[in-house]
T-cell receptor, first 114, second 112 residues
């Protein structure tokens, strides 16, 4: 089937700590993979994406590498800031015929303490 | 930039009312989606549409209907609002190559 599993939160870290949020997916083939971020009171916005195996998506200091051997797309950041506090969603594309859907994980809430 | 606009940020409605949530996108995308977001449950797909006048049920369509009369507009309808429909509602569209999702800012609906 098609699913996305990400680590449950909340995750609480101190400023400048190293962040990892795990994400694995099930799929046939090689779907595009995404991380979306939702800041308080807002909708989701795309953080980064990768479209094929071994691609690395990066944005705002965040990175994620498309690993087909482990079907994973873990989100990492070397030094988090208070402003990174948000909910993070891992997602994958599903294409049926020519129609595209995005399937989301349940989200991981991140709290960064000053 | 793609813009997805939801008509309201906050709504308070009474039980039994008919509620319309409107979503408009300005990028000529064919695909549009309605999700609801609840703590611990993530995003759940209610309905989606791949073309005008076309609709498909998502994972939790009960108690909802949709309308897609024009390509840019996708409306979610709560026929008779109930308290368990209190939630954050998110509209999205997908497009581009490879496809990615673009979201509206969300509507927080409270049914009292």
């Amino acid at each position: 089937g098609n699913s996305v599993t990400q680590m449950e939160g909340p995750v609480t870290l101190s400023e400048e700590a190293f962040l990892t949020i795990n994400c694995t997916y099930t799929a046939t083939g090689y779907p595009s993979l995404f991380w979306y971020v939702q800041y308080p009171g807002e909708g989701l916005q795309l953080l980064l994406k990768a479209t094929k195996a071994d691609d690395k998506g990066s944005n705002k200091g965040f990175e994620a590498t498309y690993r087909k051997e482990t079907t994973s797309f873990h989100l990492e950041k070397g030094s988090v800031q208070v402003s990174d506090s948000a909910v993070y969603f891992c997602a994958r594309a599903v294409t049926v015929n020519r129609d595209d859907k995005i399937i989301f994980g349940k989200g991981t809430r991140l709290h960064i303490l000053p | 930039d793609v813009k997805v606009t939801q008509s309201s940020r906050y709504l308070v409605k009474r039980t039994g009312e008919k509620v319309f949530l409107e979503c408009v996108q300005d990028m000529d995308h064919e695909n549009m989606f309605w999700y609801r977001q609840d703590p611990g449950l993530g995003l759940r797909l209610i309905y989606f549409s791949y073309d005008v006048k076309m609709k498909e049920k998502g994972d939790i369509p009960e108690g909802y209907s949709v309308s897609r009369e024009k390509k840019e507009r996708f409306s979610l309808i709560l026929e008779s609002a109930s308290t368990n429909q209190t939630s954050m509602y998110l509209c999205a569209t997908t497009g581009g190559n490879p496809s990615e999702a673009f979201f509206g800012q969300g509507t927080r609906l409270t049914v009292v």
